[in-house]
């Protein structure tokens, strides 16, 4: 998402963001943060290669959490995929 503010709210939108970006998962963060940093250097054959890899590190540091019960909660329609946490979904 890309959107401007006036320069007197940039401080306290970027804060905001911070601050959200924060709540997130660490490891989950650390991962998505260095495959693509890394992956830039990488051929795309490499890149693809070491994503899989981080998402196998990230599967064993979680215990498998979000696929035993994130794909399940999606499946019944208690989850909504996106950059926000693992939230129920109202309906």
Known sequence: MNYSVPLAELEAETMALAKEIAAK???????????????????????????????????????????????????KGLYKPGMSGHETVRK
């Open 25 to 75: 998962d660490p490891a989950a963060l650390r991962a998505t943060k260095d495959a693509y940093r890394f992956s830039l250097d990488m051929t795309w054959e490499a890149a693809m290669n070491y994503s899989a890899a981080k998402e196998n590190e990230l599967y064993l540091l979680q215990k498998g959490a979000w696929v035993e019960s994130g794909i399940g909660d999606f499946m």
